[in-house]
């Protein structure tokens, strides 16, 4: 009973749809209708502008961590398979939420929540949470393609979490993470494969193209 309350709870913490509140209560609009239409935080910083952008950008990643964090020692699920299933469920609520008619985000801020959350929980992480990072960040410094980046550290992650040793069920986590992105970002991988993907400047307007989050 207690894993079935946190998992719900867990969806439903990451069920909670950042970028379109945001939206509402910001400049009154609706984020699905604008850019790539995405509710995550890449088209909050198109849509909203940098300020809201970052602020759905810690909002959605806070999601993760305190799934793993606090849910977790709320209802004493601190083993590595119950931190698993809650992180798992908070990143389904964010990509597929039942508020928007499981619509959602592409989960790439929520699941690095969960990442960083496990890395606090488990000191054998931090190194993974660390190079997964570095994955990232030196993808777009190169590509300035958060949608590659973005599948570049997905598949870093469960490739990282073989190569340190991890346990089978953090491993695990790392290709159903590497999953979610790959199938949210299917549309990305098809402009990224026609050349057709749109690049993000931080230091100008950002583009009315179809960058991912």
């Not at 980046?149 to 346990?167: D, E, F, N, R």
């Amino acid at each position: 009973m207690q894993i079935f309350t946190g998992v719900v709870l867990s969806y439903l913490l990451g069920s909670i749809p950042t970028g379109y509140l945001l939206g509402r209560m910001l400049r009154g609009i609706d984020i699905r209708h604008y850019g790539s239409g995405n509710v995550g935080a890449t088209n909050a910083f198109r849509a909203l502008g940098k300020g809201p952008g970052v602020v759905v950008l810690i909002v959605d990643i806070l999601k993760g961590v305190l799934a793993v964090v606090v849910l977790g020692p709320l209802f004493s699920l601190d083993g590595i398979v119950e931190c698993v299933l809650l992180g798992i469920a908070v990143v389904c609520g964010h990509n597929w939420t039942v508020f928007l008619r499981f619509k959602g985000g592409k989960g790439i801020a929520t699941s690095l929540g969960v990442l960083i959350g496990l890395a606090i929980k488990f000191v054998t992480l931090r190194p993974v949470l660390l190079l997964t990072l570095l994955a990232w960040v030196s993808t777009f410094i190169l590509s300035h393609m958060v949608s590659l980046s973005s599948l570049v550290a997905a598949l870093a992650l469960p490739c990282l979490m073989m190569l340190t040793g991890q346990v089978i069920e953090i491993v695990a986590l790392g290709w159903i993470f590497c999953v979610f992105v790959f199938l949210r970002h299917w549309p990305n991988i098809q402009r990224l494969v026609r050349g057709e993907e749109s690049k993000i400047h931080f230091s100008s307007k950002i583009s009315s193209g179809h960058p991912s989050s």
